[in-house]
C-alpha cells in the first residue's frame, strides 16, 4: 500500500507540476462562476417570466393550442423544463469539452513515465510493475474525478440555490465522465505502453470518439446497408466505445426520466476494461 500510495503521489505532482491542471481548475471555476453571475431569473408560480442571461433579455415562452377557442398562446416555460435544459447543456458540454482537454492534458503523462532513462530508474525501485502502472492510473483517474465534480458540482449548487431547485440526479454525471474518460484514456495508455507514442494514442482517441457519432446512427444505417456491410457496421459498434451515445444516458439522468438502455456504457466500459489489461499485460512482459 505505502508503495501505491508512492506512485500516486509521483503522478499528482506531475499533473500539477505540468500547470495543465491548474489551468482546467481556472476555465472550470470560470465557467461555473459567469453562469451563476450572468442568470437572472423572474419566477412566477412555478413558472419563468422574464430571463436575462449575460446582460440580453429572453422570453422563455412557448406555444401551446388553446383547448376553447383553438388558437396558439404564449404560455411561460415551467422552471423545472428549464433548469433540466441547462443542466443538460451544462452535463454535454462538460462531457466532450471535459474528456477531449482531459486527455489532451493527461497525454504526456505516459510519455514521461516511460522515457528512457526514467523508466530504467522507476524499474529498478522495489515496487512490482502492476502497482507501478496501476498508482498512475488511479492518480489520473482521481484527478479527472475531481475535476468533473468541481465543474458539475459548481454549476448544480449555484443553480439549486439560484432557483430552489435540487435535482441530485445531476451529479451521476460526475462518475459517468469519469468512468467514460478512462475508457478513451486506455487508448492512450495502450498505445502509449506499446509504441511508446502516446500522440498516436491521443489521435486514435480523438478518432473513435469522432467514428462513435458515425456508429451512433447505427438504427438509421443499417437498413440501407447491404448485408456484408450491416455486418460489419454491427461489428465496429459492437466492439468499439459508444462515446457519443452515451450522452442520451446522461441526458435521461438529468431529465429523472428512466434510461431506455445502459448498452452504450457497459459496452464502452468492456472494450476499455480490455485495453487496460492489454496494457499491462505488455507493461509486464516488456523489456524497458
Excluded: C
Excluded at 448485408?227 to 454491427?234: C, D, E, K, R, T
Aim: net charge neutral.
Amino acid at each position: 500500500m505505502i508503495t501505491l500510495s508512492g506512485s500516486l503521489l509521483l503522478t499528482f505532482r506531475e499533473l500539477w507540476a505540468m500547470r495543465l491542471t491548474q489551468a482546467m481548475f481556472a476555465v472550470a471555476t470560470l465557467a461555473w462562476l459567469l453562469l451563476s453571475f450572468a442568470l437572472n431569473m423572474d419566477v412566477v408560480e412555478g413558472s419563468l417570466a422574464a430571463i436575462r442571461i449575460f446582460g440580453f433579455d429572453t422570453s422563455p415562452t412557448e406555444a401551446v393550442r388553446d383547448a376553447a377557442t383553438g388558437e396558439w398562446v404564449q404560455q411561460a416555460v415551467s422552471l423545472d423544463n428549464f433548469m433540466i435544459g441547462i443542466n443538460t447543456f451544462v452535463v454535454g458540454a462538460a462531457y466532450f469539452l471535459g474528456t477531449m482537454l482531459g486527455l489532451f492534458a493527461t497525454m504526456p503523462l505516459v510519455g514521461g513515465f516511460l522515457e528512457q532513462g526514467r523508466i530504467d530508474l522507476v524499474l529498478s525501485k522495489p515496487l512490482s510493475r502492476p502497482r507501478l502502472l496501476l498508482g498512475h492510473l488511479i492518480g489520473v483517474w482521481i484527478t479527472v474525478l475531481v475535476l468533473a465534480a468541481y465543474l458539475i458540482g459548481g454549476v448544480w449548487l449555484s443553480m439549486a440555490l439560484k432557483t430552489g431547485m435540487w435535482i441530485p440526479r445531476v451529479l451521476w454525471a460526475i462518475p459517468i465522465i469519469t468512468v467514460m474518460f478512462a475508457v478513451m484514456y486506455s487508448v492512450i495508455l495502450f498505445f502509449g505502453v506499446s509504441t511508446r507514442s502516446s500522440g498516436l494514442g491521443l489521435v486514435i482517441a480523438y478518432g473513435l470518439v469522432f467514428i462513435s457519432v458515425i456508429l451512433a446512427s447505427h438504427q438509421a444505417m443499417l437498413p440501407v446497408l447491404s448485408p456484408a456491410a450491416a455486418f460489419v457496421f454491427q461489428g465496429f459498434y459492437h466492439a468499439l466505445p459508444n462515446f457519443a451515445e452515451v450522452v442520451q444516458i446522461l441526458a435521461q439522468l438529468v431529465a429523472e426520466e428512466p434510461v431506455t438502455s445502459w448498452y452504450p456504457l457497459t459496452s464502452s466500459l468492456l472494450f476499455g476494461g480490455v485495453l487496460h489489461a492489454l496494457a499491462f499485460l505488455w507493461f509486464v512482459k516488456r523489456d524497458f
